[in-house]
T-cell receptor, first 116, second 114 residues
Framework: ETGVTQTPRHLVMGMTNKKSLKCEQH?????MYWYKQSAKKPLELMFV???????ENNSVPSRFSPECPNSSHLFLHLHTLQPEDSALYLC???????????????FGEGSRLTVL | AQSVTQLGSHVSVSEGALVLLRCNYS??????LFWYVQYPNQGLQLLLK??????LVKGINGFEAEFKKSETSFHLTKPSAHMRDAAEYFC????????????FGSGTRLSIRP
């Protein structure tokens, strides 16, 4: 069992569909993240949740709606997406409050989204 | 403000040759520095990190990186490349201990020639 699990691994949707991406971490971490990875662009941080509370939203369009019901689960709800939203969406988790060092990120394998 | 630059979007070396992936950073405070690797169809995995202890950091799979403050560099090296090292490598910098402050470089794709 991997530490961070993402489902589905692949998703194809039309611009009028509504779908959701799911992320679950089994590492006992208390922070979770959504990143967008597009071809030839740096990894983009989308949302950060600390102890289930959203602490960062990096100007993400409202057609992306995150949900964090508890420290182990994170969702990304998708609706009326555009073709340019096609990308690999990566979930990550980390442990907060660790003294003496940086909180490293643990990533899932990603959900490959294609918007037609 | 912090930033990170990876020189060379694609590096190709022969199997058994030295691997050198370049990373330069900009930070207003002593930084935390990371190298992550991404194999095809997978997420990112931490290779190694620098957190102000030893300047030469050893990571997994035989990789190491050296923090050079005077050059603001954190280059990744491996003495002898293996076919399984073919992947995308990302350098990252953070000015704080919070992982949400990590900034990633654009990545360098490493190819290994037989």
């Amino acid at each position: 069992e991997t530490g961070v699990t993402q489902t589905p691994r692949h998703l194809v949707m039309g611009m009028t569909n509504k779908k959701s991406l799911k992320c679950e971490q089994h590492l006992g971490h208390n922070a979770m993240y959504w990143y967008k990875q597009s071809a030839k662009k740096p990894l983009e941080l989308m949302f950060v949740y600390n102890f289930k509370e959203q602490t960062e939203n990096n100007s993400v369009p409202s057609r992306f709606s995150p949900e964090c019901p508890n420290s182990s689960h994170l969702f990304l709800h998708l609706h009326t997406l555009q073709p340019e939203d096609s990308a690999l969406y990566l979930c990550a988790s980390s442990r907060l409050g660790t003294s003496g060092g940086a909180g490293e990120l643990f990533f899932g394998e990603g959900s490959r989204l294609t918007v037609l | 403000a912090q930033s990170v630059t990876q020189l060379g979007s694609h590096v190709s070396v022969s199997e058994g040759a030295l691997v050198l992936l370049r990373c330069n950073y900009s930070s207003s405070v002593p930084p935390y520095l990371f190298w992550y690797v991404q194999y095809p169809n997978q997420g990112l995995q931490l290779l190694l990190k620098y957190t102000s202890a030893a300047t030469l950091v050893k990571g997994i799979n035989g990789f190491e990186a050296e923090f050079k403050k005077s050059e603001t560099s954190f280059h990744l090296t491996k003495p002898s490349a293996h076919m399984r090292d073919a992947a995308e490598y990302f350098c990252a910098v953070s000015e704080g201990s919070s992982a949400s402050k990590i900034i990633f470089g654009s990545g360098t794709r490493l190819s290994i020639r037989p």
